[in-house]
């Protein structure tokens, strides 16, 4: 045998035991049975919270909330018959609680006497991370966008001024509207420069609108979105109380599940 043939043989052999190998696995062997995922029931409906979420809504008190420029005093807004009117007189509200990585389900009306037009209807948002005051934070635009129209990346279901809706799966003034989010907070480097930015999918009525964006940075009126000098932690979850001249909108049933 020369060298040629030598070689030829090592390598026939070499796939022959490794096709014999191939043979020998088992369907178990790739079967894992550790770590068993906690159970979590359900709710009967969507609205409805799972039993590991924490409720932030139950249509009864804001026990949760605090007044967002002044964290510690109560949240003012309107509880009535099981739903949550914002109050414009009183400011932005925001969970007590800090978060991070989360699922949230929040739930929204427009009233069907709504007025106003483009930005000046029906306007409120969600801050998926409140820093601070104001509408310090990443606005998840809440509008009337039901044949309203406006700037197309500040419509509901809009990253305001980021990214624009992928549909729009907006239902008319009167009816409840939903909600659901999954939120991956940024994290940044000692140096205070962003190391991995927020990412957000959102559900507009059970329609995809957002599909794991990245953000650019914390929500700008004017101008374009950075990281710069927003190194944050866990923040809380805000609610909008815009100043526009329309009738306030309403929420209910807003739960969060912490990742
Ligand atoms: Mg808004």
């Known amino acids: 045998m020369n060298k040629k043939q030598t070689l030829l043989l090592i390598v026939i052999l070499a796939a022959s035991s490794l096709a014999n190998a191939q043979n020998k696995l088992k369907h178990e062997d790739t079967e894992v049975y550790e770590p068993v995922p906690n159970v979590v029931t359900p709710g009967k409906t969507n609205s409805d919270a799972p039993s590991d979420a924490i409720v932030l809504f139950d249509g009864k008190n804001l026990d949760q909330w605090t ?17 949550l009117t914002v109050n414009k007189h009183s400011g932005n509200i925001e969970t007590k609680k800090l978060f991070s990585n989360y699922q949230l389900h929040v739930e929204w009306r427009i009233p069907s006497n709504i007025t106003g037009s483009d930005q000046a209807r029906g306007n409120s948002g969600v801050f998926l991370a409140s820093l601070g005051g104001g509408d310090a934070g990443y606005e998840l635009q809440v509008l ?9 990346n500040g419509q509901a279901g809009s990253i305001y001024k980021q990214f624009i809706p992928l549909v729009n799966a907006a239902k008319p003034p009167g009816e409840w509207q939903s909600y659901d989010v999954v939120w991956t907070a940024p994290t940044f480097n000692d140096d205070g420069t962003v190391k991995t ?15 794991n964006v990245s953000l650019l940075g914390p929500t700008q009126y ?13 923040a809380p979850i805000k609610l909008q109380a815009h100043g526009d001249k329309s009738e306030p909108l309403s929420y209910r049933n807003i739960w969060v599940r912490e990742l």
């Open 67 to 83: 007044m967002a420029d002044h964290r510690g005093t109560p949240a003012t807004w309107d509880v009535a018959d099981g739903i």
């Open 144 to 152: 009337d966008s039901y044949k309203n129209k406006t700037y197309v």
């Open 197 to 211: 930015p927020a990412r957000v999918t959102v559900f507009h009525n059970g329609v995809l609108v957002q599909n």
């Open 222 to 234: 004017i101008g374009q979105a950075s990281y710069n000098n927003a190194k944050h932690g866990p």
